[in-house]
C-alpha cells in the first residue's frame, strides 16, 4: 500500500556556469544589492552569497570546476609606479633631487584592462592592495 505524503515535493535546480558567473558579476559590483540581485533572477539570497563568496575565495563558481587561480600561477611583481606631489608652492624653488619613495602621494597600479591609482595611500592601504592582488592571506 502506498502512501500518499503531504510534503512538496521540490526538484533541485541547476544553474548553468555561465548563468552563475553572470549573476557573481552583477553581485560584484559596488553599487550591488545581492539580495535585491538573487529575487530578480529566482535565486534564494543565501545561495547567490555563497557563490559570490566561493568566487572570491577559491576563483571559481563551483566547487565540481577546477579553481581558476592555479597553483602553478605564483604571485609575482606587480608594476608600481611612485609618483612625487608635483604641487609646488610659488615661494618655493624647485629643487631637482631624486624623489624619494617614503614622499610619494600616488599609488598606480596597472592591470589588463586599465588602471588604479590612489591618491595619498595609507601603509595600511597598500598592505592590503598588495594582499589582495596576490592572493595572500593576512598573518
Not at 60 to 79: F, G, V, Y
Not at 106 to 135: K, Q, Y
Request: include cysteine; glycine fraction near 2%; charge should be neutral.
Amino acid at each position: 500500500m502506498e502512501q500518499q505524503s503531504s510534503w512538496p515535493v521540490e526538484t533541485r535546480r541547476f544553474f548553468s556556469n555561465e548563468f552563475k558567473l553572470r549573476m557573481v558579476e552583477l553581485a560584484s559590483r559596488p553599487d550591488a544589492n545581492v539580495a535585491q540581485i538573487a529575487r530578480d533572477n529566482g535565486l534564494n539570497d543565501n545561495l547567490l552569497f555563497k557563490w559570490l563568496r566561493l568566487w572570491q575565495r577559491e576563483g571559481r563558481i563551483s566547487r565540481r570546476l577546477p579553481a581558476t587561480l592555479t597553483p602553478q600561477l605564483k604571485a609575482s611583481l606587480l608594476p608600481v609606479e611612485l609618483i612625487p606631489d608635483t604641487v609646488q608652492q610659488e615661494s618655493q624653488v624647485p629643487v631637482m633631487a631624486e624623489p624619494s619613495p617614503l614622499n610619494a602621494t600616488a599609488c598606480r597600479v596597472a592591470f589588463r584592462h586599465g588602471e588604479m591609482t590612489l591618491e595619498n595611500p595609507s601603509p595600511e592601504l597598500l598592505t592590503i592592495l598588495i594582499r589582495e592582488l596576490t592572493g595572500r592571506t593576512a598573518t
